[in-house]
């Protein structure tokens, strides 16, 4: 059986953004990178709180997608200031990024060992 190592840390919630939201993020400056119509939550997967993807960053300002079960808001934020290498937003809860990465790499290395000894 193979598990995808993107799935041990990451939350699974998914969201399709409405017309509104397609309309608030294609009225950002040109500058930034369209954005895709279906996003995945970034933080770690148990987390406490709504969910979030980040929808677009233009310049500083980094516009998240946060979300419920029953609603949804596009909000403001600047980078994580607590780790350089964190790619999420001030005030996330759980873990930062590299934090992520490394347990990532770790099961990696977990599932190796455990297909090799086979």
């Known amino acids: ?12 919630a998914r969201i399709t953004l409405d017309a509104a939201q397609l309309a608030f993020f294609n009225g950002l400056p040109n500058a930034a990178p369209s954005v895709q119509s279906e996003l ?7 987390h ?12 500083a300002t980094m516009w998240w997608v946060q979300w419920t079960l029953s609603a949804s ?9 607590e780790q350089r290498d964190c790619p999420l937003f001030d005030g996330h809860p759980g873990r930062h990024g590299h934090e992520h990465a490394e347990e990532v790499n770790r099961f990696s290395d977990d ?3 455990a297909t090799s000894s086979r």
Request: charged share 20%; with cysteine.
């Open 73 to 81: 808001e596009i909000n403001p934020y600047t980078w994580c200031p």
């Open 111 to 113: 599932q190796r060992g």
């Open 1 to 12: 059986m193979s598990i995808d190592c993107q799935d041990v840390m990451i939350c699974p």
């Open 40 to 46: 995945g939550c970034e933080l770690e997967r148990g």
């Open 48 to 59: 406490e709180g709504s969910h979030a993807a980040l929808g677009q960053q233009v310049e």
